[in-house]
Structures are given as structure tokens and as C-alpha cells.
């Protein structure tokens, strides 16, 4: 199986602050890694598939970049509703596996 | 809209069984594959099961082999998951997920809001 490693576990930032998750990948998965966010309670959603690309609806201040085994999730100015926790996921192959999470605290 | 209610879970001894179910609307289910994920309490998510949109193409994680059978039924817009042999590590809420393998990449695109299973005497 594919090990999926993010980090950091948890960050704290303020409203209007950038940060950036970094994901890697065990071996390479080309252009297969998505990311997902989750608030409390609360079913995941997709935020980016297949690296950068932005799911329907996702604001503009989210970005995904990265190649081969390293990854980033970018968030470019914090806002109250981006305080959850975000998740990667490799869908190169079977069993698609996803990074231990980054909780992202005000 | 696009939609996926999950149902089904519960508290059940371990050793026992339970059917977890979920009713998708807004598209057609047969164009779609579909998976079940879980996340045990305050951790991280886990696979369990994909299927294909015909039914004739199931993966399963080693982690419930044997013991979970994913099914579906495209008449009834519903996705099943048999599990049985449950065990305490099996405790976790359940989501029925899309799985969007046509677009660029392969991504679970629509998540149900997820049904509870508790294994414990």
C-alpha cells in the first residue's frame, strides 16, 4: 500500500494568514492526489483532484502544486470558515490511502 | 440535487452483523463507481470498498476481506454494505461516497453525511 504522509498535524494561524500542507507520497502516484477538508461533525468534501485542480464551488484561495511524491495544499488568506481539518488522498491505486490529516486551528 | 443519505448503523455486539444502506438521487447511479469509507473516533479516514457502476467489479481493504460485501442496486438508486463478524475496531462512522473515476484523476466527489456503527458488548 501506498503511505500517504502529511504534515504538520496541526497548525494555528489567523484570519488573512497564508499556510501551506505538505503531503508525500511512499512512492510516485503522477498526478493522482486529491484533498479534502472536513469541519467537525461533518462529512469530508472534496477541495482538489488530480493535484490543482479545483473541485465546483471551492474558493480561489485554496491551490494544490506538487509532482511525483510532494504535494502542497495552499490556503492564500485564512478565512473563519477554513478552520477544519484537511486530508490528502492517493488514488494512483488500490487501496486509495489518505495522509494522516492536518487539523488547522485559529 | 446531487445526493447521498446513509442509514443503517448502530450498536451491535461484536461477532453480530448490520446493513448499511444508502440512497443516492440527483444522478444516475449506474454511471458512477461507489465506495464506502470510514473514520473511527478522532481518527483519520480508511477505504473499506469500491464497486463499479454494473456491480461486476469489487475491491475490498484486507482490513474487512471476507468478513464486509459491498453491493448495489441501480434500480433503487442504492448502494448496500453487508458487514458481519463485526469488531471493536470496526466502531467508526460509515460514509457512502461517489467515486469520480471519468475526470482527470480518480476523486470521491460526493460524500452521504455518514451512519455510526458501534461494535461493543
Known amino acids: 500500500d501506498i503511505q500517504m504522509t502529511q504534515s504538520p498535524s496541526s497548525l494555528s494561524a489567523d484570519v488573512g494568514d497564508g499556510v501551506t500542507i505538505t503531503c508525500r507520497a511512499s512512492?510516485?502516484?503522477?498526478?493522482?492526489l486529491n484533498w479534502y477538508q472536513q469541519k467537525p461533525g461533518k462529512a469530508p468534501r472534496l477541495l482538489i483532484y488530480?493535484?490543482?485542480n479545483l473541485e465546483s464551488g471551492v474558493p480561489s484561495r485554496f491551490s494544490g502544486s506538487g509532482s511525483g511524491t510532494d504535494f502542497t495544499l495552499t490556503i492564500s488568506s485564512l478565512q473563519p470558515e477554513d478552520f477544519a481539518a484537511y486530508y490528502c488522498?492517493?488514488?494512483?491505486?488500490?487501496?486509495?490511502?489518505f495522509g494522516g490529516g492536518t487539523r488547522l486551528d485559529i | 440535487q446531487v445526493q447521498l443519505v446513509d442509514s443503517g448503523g448502530g450498536l451491535v455486539k461484536p461477532g453480530g452483523s448490520l446493513r448499511l444502506s444508502c440512497a443516492a438521487s440527483?444522478?444516475?447511479?449506474?454511471?458512477?463507481?461507489m465506495a464506502w469509507i470510514r473514520q473511527a473516533p478522532g481518527k483519520g479516514l480508511e477505504w473499506i470498498s469500491d464497486?463499479?457502476?454494473?456491480?461486476?467489479?469489487?475491491y475490498y481493504a484486507d482490513s474487512v476481506k471476507g468478513r464486509f460485501t459491498i453491493s448495489r442496486d441501480n434500480a433503487k438508486n442504492s448502494l448496500y454494505l453487508q458487514m458481519s463478524s463485526l469488531r471493536a475496531e470496526d466502531t467508526a462512522v460509515y460514509y457512502c461516497?461517489?467515486?469520480?473515476?471519468?475526470?482527470?484523476?480518480?476523486?470521491?466527489?460526493?460524500w452521504g453525511q455518514g451512519t455510526k456503527v458501534t461494535v461493543s458488548s
Open positions: 461516497v461517489r467515486d469520480q473515476v471519468a475526470r482527470d484523476g480518480d476523486s470521491f466527489d460526493i
Open positions: 440527483g444522478f444516475t447511479l449506474s454511471d458512477f463507481y
Open positions: 464497486i463499479s457502476g454494473s456491480g461486476a467489479t469489487i
Open positions: 512512492q510516485s502516484i503522477s498526478r493522482y
Open positions: 488530480a493535484i490543482g
Open positions: 488522498q492517493q488514488s494512483y491505486s488500490i487501496p486509495p490511502t
